[in-house]
């Protein structure tokens, strides 16, 4: 492989792993952010208003994406490969 | 009915989740379980109400399998038609579950849950943890069962399969066999039944598929990543309905348990299977102990048995966190220790190994070729083992015996996050099982006497995997199959073949299922551009070499102006004249237009079994980088299409 071609894949790894984490970080202090709403939705849910029960799952999906995402591109950078 | 607090948020507890779910991820990918039967006690022993802790892990597992069953589903290792069926059948068990947890903690509130769910798992863990010990210690004594890696079906599988009850007799496809829905129905139910207790449902699910119904191990897990999703979604919504579902819980786990998950995984495939077995067995019986010490306080709390006093039940609250927290702890240094020794062994092992490996030999036949531009001694072809792939190793391997080419044959795996929701170890399965696929190859390019070198990849982009080993061998030509014909044009091609070719920086062959190529006939597509011209050297090269006759076609369209159309036509001549002084039977045609179509028409008249036609530079949108003409003809034509690639 042409030293130029691999530089050019770490880097772009490296970006993309940059921006996924980016995107995660923002996910979680929005999280911390809104942590006292979020509460005050699960019990609004307890006492009658279910739609909102919608908005745990829709995080849970957004979540689980972004970060997997990055999760897997995280370790994949570091080099932890599976034995062959 | 008792209010339900969700705990208060601090950096600590922030924390303590985070490494728990990190632990816990890492635990759950090293034995292919779910982390829940962890998790979940974890989240018991922070003061989380246990239809809270239930609810929460619940709600970040089921995006994580529908992630597993869709890549799972593309790799054909999927019963979607099961999965369905029995995960209906496990939303029921979710719903009597959930119900039944509900009515405990309204008649006896949340002490009343917390007994239920540790008093299963006290249950379930003690079985399964029991079973997962005895087989540890009879793989360690070389008696590993057989009965998952033969194919002759047990007793039970093949009763299973004979009962006929008319009118519920439904097909599938991963056992090619009839079976009942009310057989089924049990089954899912079980497995819903436990997951909206403790969380873990693939510990009835996965052995039920492989045990009674006769699926293959990775088509069980993989299948079980489909039933996972669907009573995880219907049950995550029946709590969050209720309001159990504490989202900031699941979404720390959820981060801490996403980095654990892999290198829990990867560990797997560098310690021997009754390792895996033998932490997994610890752990449960942990877990178990550590569950078991809290009950006499629940039961304090409902009155059964006498108060405890506060001492006392300090004293068993803190035997049963200590236990917990040995178990977490436990896991965590026996995967980090075997990964950590088994990539030590592994390092050490290649390098004793490198010296043994001289450069990559340049093969006989049309060999010592100067210019890259035809040179045809190593071919690399991406298998993933589908029908499609296999026309491409069939091609390669007949052209490599034609042209004396060593073959490179290279099949990836990629690790993801589902294979926290499994119950076998996935990701050495799949190994395993890409790594017979290569043998297989070898085995075949070995008896038509092609020189081949298997290589198994592990990484989530298929296409920059295939281009750096291609980079890496100095693969002349990359040869891919290609998925059906009909469609949106992008699906059809395949979006790894499209970005293969457009980032590639050697020619890239496309062979479709059905299509051979025996040198019959060449058709040239050229535009007169210098990606064109390069077309235009390689088909002569082959034509050469293979003795083939060839069209070389050119398409003017309306758009263009009449000094374009005659422009075209030189172009067209100049290239019929330089293959015909190299003693090729060549014919030139203008046709117009549209082009893609009209060369894709020519191919079919003249019969021809090969097109080459140029492709535009390396970066951008891969839709640009192919050409638009020659993205079309990729997806139009039967026949295998040659995509050179400008010097």
Not at chain 2, 10 to 21: A, D, E, H, K
Not at chain 2, 313 to 337: H, K, N, S
């Amino acid at each position: 492989m042409s030293a130029s071609s691999s530089a050019g894949r770490s880097s772009r790894a490296l970006v993309i792993t940059l921006v996924l984490g980016a995107a995660s970080a923002s996910l979680y202090v929005l999280l911390f952010f809104f942590s006292d709403r979020l509460t005050e939705l699960a019990r609004l849910t307890r006492e009658g208003d279910k739609l909102y029960a919608l908005v745990p799952l829709a995080v849970a999906v957004v979540f689980s994406f972004i970060h997997g995402a990055f999760t897997g591109h995280f370790w994949d950078l570091l080099g932890l490969r599976a034995k062959k | 009915m008792e209010t339900i607090n969700f705990i208060d948020l601090t950096w600590t507890s922030t924390l303590i989740l985070f490494l728990v779910g990190f632990v816990g991820g890492m635990v759950s990918g090293f034995i292919g379980s779910g982390g829940a039967f962890v998790l979940t006690p974890a989240m018991m022993s922070m003061g989380v109400p246990g239809v809270v802790a239930v609810a929460s892990n619940m709600a970040h597992k089921f995006p994580k399998a529908l992630v597993g069953a869709h890549k799972r589903h593309k790799y054909g290792q999927v019963d979607i038609k099961l999965g369905i069926v029995m995960g209906i059948f496990a939303e029921a068990g979710v719903l009597f579950g959930k119900h039944v947890m509900v009515d405990i903690r309204e008649a006896f509130g949340a002490a009343g849950t917390n007994l239920y769910v540790s008093a299963v798992f006290v249950v379930v863990l003690g079985i399964v943890g029991g079973f997962v010990l005895r087989d540890a210690l009879r793989e360690r004594r070389g008696e590993a069962a057989k009965t998952s890696q033969t194919k002759e079906l047990t007793p039970l599988v093949r009763w299973v399969r004979s009962i006929e009850i008319p009118g519920t007799m439904l097909y599938f496809k991963s056992m090619d066999a009839r079976v009942s829905f009310l057989i089924l129905a049990p089954l899912g139910f079980a497995t819903g039944l436990l997951a909206a207790t403790i969380a873990v449902g693939g510990f009835i699910g996965v052995p039920a598929m492989m045990y009674i119904l006769g699926l293959p191990a990775l088509t069980a897990s993989a299948t079980e990543l489909v039933i996972a999703f669907v009573m995880g979604l219907g049950g995550s919504l029946f709590y969050a309905l209720d309001g159990f579902v504490d989202i900031r819980l699941s979404m720390i786990i959820l981060a801490g348990s996403l980095f654990g998950i892999q290198i829990g995984a990867i560990g797997t495939t560098y310690v021997k299977d009754y390792v895996v077995k033998f932490v997994m067995a610890a752990i449960m019986l942990l877990v178990l102990v550590s569950r078991f010490f809290y009950i006499p306080g629940y039961l304090s709390e409902l009155g059964a048995i006498e108060t405890l006093e506060p001492g006392t039940r300090g004293w068993l609250d803190g035997i049963g966190e200590g236990a917990l927290v040995f178990a977490l702890l436990f896991g965590a240094l026996m995967i980090l220790q075997a990964l950590y020794k088994g990539m030590q062994e592994h390092r050490l092992a290649v390098a004793a190994a490198a010296p043994a490996l001289g450069p990559t030999p340049v093969t006989e036949g049309v060999g010592a070729q100067l210019s890259p531009v035809g040179r045809f001694e190593r071919f690399l072809v991406a298998s993933d083992g589908s029908e499609f792939s296999g026309a491409a190793v069939r091609e390669a391997i007949g052209m490599a015996t034609k042209c004396g080419a060593q073959v490179h044959v290279m099949s990836l795996v990629a690790p993801g996050v589902e294979h926290e929701a499994l119950g076998e170890s996935i990701l050495k399965q799949e190994l395993e099982m890409a790594q017979s696929h290569l043998d297989g190859i070898k085995a075949q390019a070995d008896a038509a006497g092609v020189a081949c070198e298997t290589h198994l990849v592990q990484g989530n982009q298929i296409h920059e995997e295939i281009v750096d080993l291609a980079d890496r061998v100095k693969a002349d030509v990359i040869i891919m199959g290609r998925r059906g014909r009909r469609g949106l044009a992008r699906l059809m091609l395949g979006h790894a073949t499209a970005q293969v070719i457009g980032q590639a920086h050697c020619n890239v062959l496309v062979v479709p299922r059905a299509a051979q190529v025996e040198g019959r006939h060449i058709v040239l597509a050229t535009d007169g551009s210098r990606f064109a011209d390069t077309a235009a050297v390689t088909a002569g090269a082959l034509a050469r070499v293979c003795k083939t006759p060839v069209t070389v076609v050119s398409v003017t369209t309306d758009e263009q102006s009449q000094e374009v159309r005659v422009e075209t036509a030189r172009t067209v001549d100049r290239v019929v004249a330089l293959m015909r002084s190299d003693g090729t039977t060549v014919e030139g045609k203008v046709l117009h237009g549209e082009p893609a179509s009209a060369i894709t028409g020519v191919a079919q008249e003249s019969q021809a079994d090969l097109i080459v036609t140029g492709s535009h530079g390396r970066t951008g949108l891969e839709r640009v980088l192919i050409g638009s003409t020659s993205e079309r003809i990729l997806n139009d034509t039967q026949c295998a299409v040659l995509v050179v690639k400008a010097a």
